[in-house]
C-alpha cells in the first residue's frame, strides 16, 4: 500500500512538486539535475543539445510504437535519468520520440533527475530501487509491471519495452 501511494503522490503531484529541483554542474560542466525534469525543459535548454542530436536517426521500434499506442491510456511511465549520464543522453531522447509518435501524453511520463550517486529528491530512487540510469518503470493501475534499466536486456531499449507492454 505504501508503495502504492508513493507512485500515485508521484504521478499525480508532479506538477505541484517541480519546483523541488536542484540543479548543479560537476567538474565536467555538465548540467545535473536532481528531481524532476520536463521534456520541454531538456528540448530547449542549451544545456542539453544531446537531446536533439540523438533523436536523429532513430526509428522506433514497431513492435514497441503499436503497443505503446494501444496501451498509451493505462500505462503511466516513471524514468529516473541523470543529465549526465551517457546512456541516458543515448536512450531518453529516444524514448520521447517513442513515446510522442504513440500518443503517450506528457501527463503519462514522470522524469526525475538522479545525480552521480543516483538520488534524487524526496528518497525516490532509493524507494524504487534504482541503480543504474535510465531507468524506464512502466505503471499498470498504480503498479509496476516492468522496467528497462538501460539498454535492457536486448540491448534495445525499446524492444524490452515492447516485451513489457506485451504481457497481460
Not at 525534469?37 to 535548454?45: F, N, Y
Not at 543529465?83 to 536512450?91: A, H, L, R, S, Y
Request: charged share 20%; hydrophobic share 45%.
Amino acid at each position: 500500500m505504501k508503495k502504492f501511494l508513493i507512485i500515485a503522490l508521484t504521478i499525480f503531484s508532479a506538477n505541484i512538486v517541480l519546483a523541488q529541483t536542484e540543479i548543479s554542474h560537476d567538474a565536467n560542466g555538465n548540467k545535473i539535475i536532481k528531481g524532476f525534469i520536463s521534456k520541454q525543459e531538456l528540448a530547449t535548454d542549451t544545456a542539453f543539445t544531446w537531446f536533439a542530436q540523438n533523436q536523429q536517426g532513430y526509428t522506433p521500434d514497431q513492435n514497441a510504437l503499436q503497443l505503446l499506442r494501444n496501451n498509451r491510456d493505462s500505462v503511466n511511465i516513471l524514468a529516473f535519468a541523470g543529465t549526465w549520464c551517457g546512456d541516458t543522453k543515448n536512450i531518453l531522447p529516444k524514448f520521447f520520440m517513442l513515446a510522442d509518435a504513440a500518443g503517450l501524453s506528457q501527463d503519462h511520463i514522470t522524469l526525475l533527475g538522479v545525480d552521480r550517486n543516483k538520488k534524487t529528491i524526496q528518497h525516490l530512487s532509493e524507494i524504487f530501487g534504482i541503480i543504474n540510469v535510465p531507468t524506464i518503470i512502466v505503471l499498470k493501475n498504480g503498479k509496476e509491471v516492468g522496467r528497462v534499466v538501460e539498454y535492457g536486456h536486448t540491448g534495445l531499449f525499446d524492444k524490452d519495452l515492447a516485451e513489457i507492454l506485451s504481457k497481460k
